[in-house]
C-alpha cells in the first residue's frame, strides 16, 4: 500500500473534532457503512487502497483481514468527511471574527529570495497563530480538497509572515518561505 503523506490536511480534520454536534461511528464496520451511504464502494475503494467487494465485506462486519492501515484510512476519511456544513460554519464564523487559528509545528525550512535560496537545517519547533488571510486560505483550500503540498504552501506563506518576517517592513518581507521536511503539526481553533 502506498504511503499517505496528509500531514496538514489529517490536523485540520482532527483540529474540526471539536467543533462536530455528534461523534462519528468507532468501529470501522460502522464507519464504512456511513461512508458507504455517501459514496459508491468502487468510488471510495480507490482512496483506501481496497478493493469495492473488501469494503461491502467489511461494511458487513466480516473484518477478519482488515489492516491497520485499512482501518488508519478508513479512520482518516471518516474524520474528512464527518459533518462538513458543521466544519463549513465553525471556519466561516473563525475566519470573520479574527479568530485564532493557531499552529504548532515541528519542521525544517528553506527561504528564496532574490539572491537565492537558503536551506536551513534547523528543525524549528513553533507554535504560532496565523494571520485571518492564511487561515482563510487554508480552510478554504482543505473545503475544495486540494492536495498536500497545496496546503504546505499557504501553511508555510502563513508561518513566514507569522514568524520570520514580523519583524521585518513590509518592502523587506521578499523572501518565500517553504517547509521542506515537516515532522509534526497540530492545529487548534
Known amino acids: 500500500m502506498p504511503p499517505t503523506n496528509t500531514a496538514v490536511a489529517h490536523a485540520l480534520d482532527l483540529a474540526d473534532e471539536r467543533h462536530w454536534t455528534r461523534r462519528p461511528p468507532a468501529r470501522p464496520a460502522a464507519r464504512l457503512r456511513h461512508l458507504l451511504q455517501t459514496q ?3 468510488l471510495l475503494a480507490p482512496s483506501l487502497f481496497a478493493y469495492p467487494q473488501a469494503l461491502t465485506r467489511w461494511a458487513d462486519g466480516d473484518t477478519s483481514d482488515l489492516t491497520p492501515a485499512h482501518a488508519t484510512l478508513i479512520e482518516h476519511e471518516i474524520y474528512r468527511t464527518w459533518q462538513p456544513e458543521v466544519r463549513r460554519r465553525a471556519h466561516q464564523q473563525i475566519v470573520e471574527h479574527d479568530g485564532c487559528v493557531t499552529v504548532q509545528l515541528h519542521a525544517r525550512f528553506s527561504f528564496t529570495t532574490a539572491s537565492g535560496e537558503f536551506h536551513d537545517p534547523r528543525l524549528y519547533r513553533l507554535t504560532e497563530d496565523l494571520p485571518t488571510l492564511h487561515a482563510r486560505r487554508l480552510f478554504d483550500a482543505r473545503h475544495r480538497d486540494a492536495d498536500e503540498a497545496d496546503l504546505r504552501r499557504i501553511l508555510a506563506d502563513g508561518i513566514g509572515e507569522a514568524y520570520f518576517f514580523r519583524a521585518l517592513p513590509p518592502d523587506q518581507q521578499q ?12 492545529f487548534h481553533y
Open 40 to 42: 459508491a464502494a468502487p
Open 175 to 186: 523572501a518565500a518561505v517553504t517547509l521542506t521536511d515537516l515532522h509534526h503539526v497540530h
